[in-house]
């Protein structure tokens, strides 16, 4: 009976937590544009001129586009991170005390500079010096220069609202959590620093610059905000086309010496269709320059190269994230802090030609348009700002274009932001998937079924919308029979959003059979890099010699990141087995791929990355060490206890790996994959009794996590404590009611009741 649970162990184990690859940047790696922490060059030598070559600065800027500067000043972009002066600072320093979590924390001057007395890592109250504002409305955060380089980010805000607005009064990010200094989410700690987290999207021409010998940041910018040259690249060139314009013909001239040439609007105009009644572009949009530059802070994504503003696609420094659950609602609505870029290109909008200088004046950041004027710029009035259309009193909430179609979610506790992803409300998925509605937003006092009712009365039917993959999304969360269907389905939908048919292909790779094994395969020479590259990631499962087949070309494929995805994929093929004509291809590749973790050498999930690639190549040294900097760099980082214990595992050396599992849950005792591991590792020991009390701890630790509870009920049941397995299956289905692998289970522990 053990070895047979241990086969289905390792079975369910290569999905699960064996595998922190490249995607775990996807999920813990991401800058946080408008969020904690921001390191500044301290010296002046960070931010001289003659660092930054082709950068001529905003002075030169503002020589010949005073307009678009007089537009800027005061934009958000201009303040997005200043010294910390008089002039700056709007938070009240007056000797003023805010405490959270047993600490008192004190602001006030000495003369004009201004200071926290605070929590340092280890807990002591000392003085801290603010050197910068982060940020200005809806609140402004502040900014403390640390050893090493590094800036960061107390977690202690200021609400910059009006008094009237509930503003005026310092606040903590995390209210209720208690965060302390031992805490991973300490001002002190990496997710709050600057130069790992957020630089890159609050100064202009960043450059990390970190040290991984001597572990500190030599970062540095040319402008301490996001002025022109974020946006539009260097400069310099554009200097010289503007001076010698009347010599220059051709491309180069329609270059204008920049970078970043937007031209999506260029010549566009929007008419009405006669016979649908709807908004056309009169060219099709054949370029997302402008949303790709945008996308570069304004999404969720991990960057893997420095962005030189070179004019290269998106992909080519930066990982977008897909539909995750814990980031977006199955039906792809904000859930987490994803900003707009993932949203946006779910629209029907986005599809149509909309560009997001359609709706927002680039410089100052404002609407076009205020109020529903901004919609009406392309909708008919008499056919949109209709109670007919809206169905609520003109001028009030509900009649708002904002209101049903891009509801808000508050993120920093305060700052509202919104669902860019433009739909129609489906209170009826919320009545069967549990997804929210800009309805019962409002209407909180109501059902989701009241709401969908209502709708249907109005119309006479269900709206369908655009967006057409919650069933599919939800199935994959859900483990449900049909889950494979779904998902091959929605991958082969050309009319919804590249980003949910990745989603589709990436949740692929748990439900490989003939059929989806086809439509990857199809998937693989989609146009959009996104579906490829989450495709080349479903083959994952594949042997070697059939990966090889599928993935080699990708090798070359035209952006940096898929390529450096297919290298990752095949680090297992040996030397000898590779093709002399694919060997440049494939080194080249690889060490683009090792070069995407040097960059990000600040960060554990790197180092994991590398101990993965390093495991699978048979470099266990190598491994180990990748895998022991991951954890030195970050105690908390689960993945790298998790994958040096299954390093282990592969060296028949359980019992380092115990110790490892064990160091781990000592630092982090809350931590179900700890729990879950060392279970896994006491079943291979054949101790069954300690098995079952972490996997019984993982299970309660992790409660929505249906695959520990049934392993957890899977092990009761080889130790024939089939009533408690029984009740551990029940009250996991209360939490995925429609879990294939639980339900199976289910009827398995019945039948052997009633035998």
């Known amino acids: 009976m053990t070895a047979k649970l ?100 004190t602001f006030f001057k000495r003369g004009n500079t201004f200071f926290v007395r605070t929590d340092d890592a280890d807990g002591r109250l000392k003085a801290f010096e603010i050197k910068y504002t982060f940020g200005v409305s809806p609140l402004q955060q502040y900014l403390v220069e640390l050893p090493g380089g590094r800036l960061q980010a107390l977690s202690i805000a200021w609400d910059s609202r009006p008094a009237e607005q509930g503003g005026q009064r310092w606040f903590h990010l995390y209210p209720g959590k208690n965060i302390t200094h031992g805490d991973a989410l300490h001002w002190t700690g990496r997710h709050q620093n600057w130069n790992f987290m957020c630089a ?104 893997l190269f420095e962005d030189d503003r070179t004019g290269q696609p998106l992909m080519d420094s930066f990982l977008p994230s897909l539909l995750d659950e814990g980031n977006y609602h199955s039906d792809g609505q904000i859930d987490g ?87 129609i409300p489906r209170p009826d998925l919320s009545a069967r998937l549990g997804t929210p509605n800009a309805c019962n937003k409002c209407h909180t006092d109501k059902t989701a079924r009241w709401s969908a009712e209502k709708i249907r009365h109005w119309y006479g039917h269900n709206p369908r919308g655009y967006q057409n993959y919650a069933k599919a999304l939800q199935a994959a969360r859900s483990h449900t029979e049909n889950t494979s269907a779904e998902l091959i389905a929605l991958l082969q939908d050309m009319n919804q959003p590249a980003i949910a048919r990745a989603t589709a292909a990436r949740e692929l790779q748990n439900w490989l059979n003939p059929e989806s094994f086809q439509a990857l395969a199809t998937a693989l020479h989609d146009t959009d890099p996104m579906v490829r590259l989450a495709t080349l990631e479903s083959l994952r499962p594949l042997p070697a010699n059939t990966r090889w087949q599928l993935i080699r ?39 683009d791929y090792m070069a995407a973790q040097t960059f990000n050498a600040d960060d554990p999930a790197a180092h994991v990355n590398l101990g993965n690639f390093y495991t699978v190549q048979g470099k266990k040294a190598l491994a180990e060490r990748s895998y022991r900097l991951a954890i030195d760099l970050d105690p908390s980082w689960v993945p ?116």
């Open 337 to 423: 802090e994803v900003y707009e870029y993932g949203s946006f290109i779910q629209s029907r909008m986005y599809q149509a030609g909309v560009t997001c200088s359609d709706c927002h004046e680039p410089h100052g950041l404002k609407l076009r348009k205020p109020d529903n004027g901004v919609c009406l710029q392309c909708h008919r009035t008499e056919a949109y700002e209709t109670r007919e259309h809206h169905f609520h009193t003109p001028q009030k909430a509900g009649a708002h274009c904002v209101d049903c179609h891009m509801p808000p979610k508050n993120f920093m506790v305060i700052d509202a932001r919104r669902d860019h992803s433009l739909r």
């Open 640 to 755: 790298a206890y998790v994958n040096l214990a299954d390093l282990f595992r592969r060296m028949d050396q359980d019992s380092k790996g115990e110790q490892v599992l064990r160091s781990g849950i000592r630092r982090l005792p809350q931590a179900a994959d700890l729990r879950y591991s060392l279970g896994l590792l006491l079943v291979r020991q054949e101790d069954l009794p300690a098995a079952l009390v972490s996997l019984r701890q993982a299970a309660d630790l992790a409660p929505a996590n249906a695959h520990y509870s049934y392993v957890y009920a899977m092990a009761l049941q080889n130790a024939g404590q089939l009533r408690e397995a029984r009740a551990v299956v029940d009250e996991a289905l209360e939490q995925a009611p429609n879990d294939v692998m639980l339900g199976r289970l289910r009827s398995q522990l019945r039948k052997y009741s009633h035998e």
């Open 6 to 105: 241990i086969s289905l162990f390792f079975k369910k184990l290569r999905y699960t937590h064996c595998v922190y690859y490249l995607y775990f940047l996807l999920v813990l790696a991401f800058a946080f544009p408008t969020r904690a922490a921001a390191l500044a060059p301290s010296s002046a030598s960070r931010t001289s001129p003659g660092n930054h070559a082709d950068y001529v600065g905003l002075a030169k800027c503002r020589e010949c586009h005073a307009a678009q500067t007089e537009l800027w000043q005061g934009s958000h972009h201009a303040l997005a991170m200043q010294p910390a002066t008089d002039k700056t600072v709007l938070g009240n320093f007056n000797n003023i005390a805010f405490s959270y979590a047993e600490t008192t924390s």
């Open 200 to 303: 890159e999207c609050h100064s202009t021409h960043l450059e990390k610059n970190y040290d991984p010998q001597q572990r500190v940041y030599r970062t540095t910018w040319s402008e301490i905000n996001v002025s022109c040259e974020a946006c539009h690249g260097p400069g310099a060139k554009h200097v010289i086309w503007a001076n010698k314009a009347h010599v220059q013909k051709g491309a180069e001239a329609d270059k204008k010496g920049l970078t970043h040439r937007f031209g999506e609007r260029r010549n566009i105009r929007w008419t009405h269709d006669a016979k649908t009644g709807q908004s056309v572009r009169s060219a099709p949009r054949t370029i997302d320059t402008e949303i790709q530059v945008c996308a570069a802070c304004h999404s969720r994504r991990a960057q």
């Open 553 to 591: 070309l990708f090798l070359q494929d035209p952006v940096r990141v898929v390529r450096i995805s297919a290298a990752e994929l095949l680090a297992d093929i040996p030397a000898a087995r590779v093709p002399a004509a694919d060997r440049e291809v494939l080194q080249a590749a690889i060490a």
